[in-house]
């Protein structure tokens, strides 16, 4: 292949569909062993030099170092297979991230989801999906992970004898935190049919919720109410400019009251 048929920068940047910039950078850093067109000092590729930038362009779009690309084809196979296995074990470990955010992403949707279909209805009966509730503890590495992975593990809970007390606790499974003392826990031998609603609590003075409007309205349509769990949604400002806190929220409900 003669000099004057060698192909410039331009046009091995048209046919391998890359900036003409990296081929120059790449140029620059040795990685090829283009020539100069000796009346406009021009780069020139051949044949090989388009087989090294494909090479090239493979390594690096999985971002190993440039520094490592360097003498390519003077590279054993057993140092080729080192480089894509370190790649291999740093892609997995990126996917592995993604897919926690995808994860991540998908519950929050949920959330939200779950927040705008409450909005719409006001009451349904729906399952409690709350197994154990534990007290709140921050400075336990553990819960704080849990609620930084999952916010709606934060549960709000009352029971029936301190309707007014709001305690705030980690909604966690009966086989967690074993060794933490346990506010409240399913029982297993009664079931309890439960309503479920949006509970909004001003941020700032959590007595200030809709816990009692929802207890009357209930009360007016025969229903007898007991213990309330509700798991944080989010928090957002109202058209006052409060900041108010959003639950997921069930509440025992039986026919009739107290005599």
Known sequence: MEKE??????????????????????????????????????????????????????????????????????????????????????VAAEL????????????????????????????????????????????????????????SSLVVYSDSSHEKELIYGFAVTTKEFMEEETIWQQTEQVEYQYKQFLLTIKSDDPLENNFQSIKEKLEKQGYQTGTMIGRYIMTAEDQDGCYRDYYKTWVEVSRGYRA
């Open 96 to 151: 592995a991230e993604l897919k926690k955010k995808k994860q991540g992403i998908k519950h929050r949707k949920d959330q939200l989801l779950s927040l705008i279909e409450l909005k719409e209805k006001e009451f349904s009966d729906e399952p409690l999906d709350v197994e154990r509730i534990i007290p709140i503890d921050l400075s336990d590495p553990n819960e704080l992970q849990t609620y930084i992975d999952t916010p």
């Open 5 to 90: 048929k060698l192909l410039t920068v331009g046009q091995v940047a048209e046919i391998m569909k890359l900036p003409k910039s990296k081929i120059r950078y790449w140029d620059d850093m040795n990685l090829l062993t283009s020539s100069r067109n000796r009346q406009n000092g021009y780069r020139l590729f051949d044949m090989e030099d388009i087989l090294t930038i494909s090479d090239i362009d493979f390594y690096r779009r999985l971002d190993i170092p440039i520094n490592k690309m360097t003498n390519l084809y003077r590279k054993s196979p057993e140092e080729l297979w080192t480089i894509l296995d370190e790649t291999e074990t740093r």
